[in-house]
């Protein structure tokens, strides 16, 4: 009965830390408004989240070693591709804000170069003081904001086809 007793709760224990570190769900301690990220980019230079006022912007969090991060890379370029010149409701423009949690800053802009990430505001997030304010646990991770910086969209809703269908919503209809 012990035994028993023993493997029930840890199999408990193992969906508990299963379903807290894995989760892909909005988060629910985020304001509506994004909080300012501020990180060192591959150049050394500063870039920050606020200086893209004005346009939707996708805030991905990544890193070179998370293969699901790596194999959605393709769509992300596909969608700057795609967007980055249209209108929105609340936005003119389309940019992505990468935030990779590497430590290793060689292997990191090395990813960004094998992956074609085109667009220019990458920054690595070593002290994991961004990610906190988001509250990401788990990478994949994104967060959409419109020209104002307020959070449209988090989660699943911001991978694969998802994206795309969830971007095309806020397009201008003008």
Not at 91 to 106: A, C, R, Y
Not at 134 to 146: E, N
Request: proline share 3%; aromatic share 10%; glycine share 8%.
């Amino acid at each position: 009965m012990k035994r028993q007793l023993l493997i029930g709760g840890m199999l408990l224990l193992v969906f508990a830390c299963y379903s807290i570190c894995f989760r892909n769900q909005p988060n629910e301690y985020l304001k509506d408004v994004a909080p300012e990220i501020q990180l060192k980019s591959p150049s050394g230079k500063m870039v920050s989240l606020y200086k893209l006022k004005g346009k939707l912007v996708l805030i991905d969090f990544w890193a070179s070693w998370c293969g699901p991060c790596r194999n959605e890379s393709p769509n992300l370029v596909e969608a700057y591709r795609k967007y980055k010149n249209r209108k929105f409701i609340k936005g003119n423009g389309f940019e992505v804000f990468s935030v990779s949690l590497d430590k290793d800053v060689n292997t990191w802009k090395n990813a960004i170069k094998e992956d074609k990430l085109a667009w220019k505001n990458h920054g690595i997030d070593k002290d994991g003081k961004a990610s906190a304010n988001y509250g990401v646990s788990s990478i994949p991770s994104g967060f959409l904001i419109d020209g104002e910086g307020n959070i449209l969209a988090q989660g699943e809703k911001l991978r694969g086809i998802n994206l795309h269908i969830t971007i095309e919503k806020y397009l201008s209809k003008n």
